[in-house]
Nanobody
Framework: QVQLVESGGGLVQPGGSLNLSCVAS??????????MGWYRQAPGKERELVAT???????NYADSAKGRFSASRDNAKDAVYLRMDNVKPEDTAVYYC???????????????WGKGTLVTVSS
């Protein structure tokens, strides 16, 4: 059983910065996480990739996030973070944490999502 809990959303002015956090709560043993990351969904739009990061630290960013956002993680804490700089009104969306869980004994995987945290960029 995996539960992802996001925090850090809120109202920020254009050009400002925001830090999002996501911590995985795990019930059981022998579980790790492969890729973790962030997606977002703006009103009236589909959910889209923002950034992902592997357990080894390799990152992948959407074009809209490159140069402004930075994903990081703490494997010991089963946590993933998103630093958002120079935010724009078009960054307004619900941001969802994502994690691909790995059951080490069976090598089975599963995808999990947080409930989302709202980021509003407005003056």
């Amino acid at each position: 059983q995996v539960q992802l809990v996001e925090s850090g959303g809120g109202l920020v002015q254009p050009g400002g910065s925001l830090n999002l956090s996501c911590v995985a709560s795990v019930t059981g043993f022998g579980i790790s996480f492969n890729t973790m990351g962030w997606y977002r969904q703006a009103p009236g739009k589909e959910r889209e990739l923002v950034a992902t990061i592997t357990s080894g630290g390799k990152t992948n960013y959407a074009d809209s996030a490159k140069g402004r956002f930075s994903a990081s993680r703490d494997n010991a804490k089963d946590a993933v973070y998103l630093r958002m700089d120079n935010v724009k009104p078009e960054d307004t969306a619900v941001y969802y944490c994502y994690a691909e869980m790995l059951v080490i004994r069976t090598m089975n995987t599963g995808n999990y999502w947080g409930k989302g945290t709202l980021v509003t960029v407005s003056s």
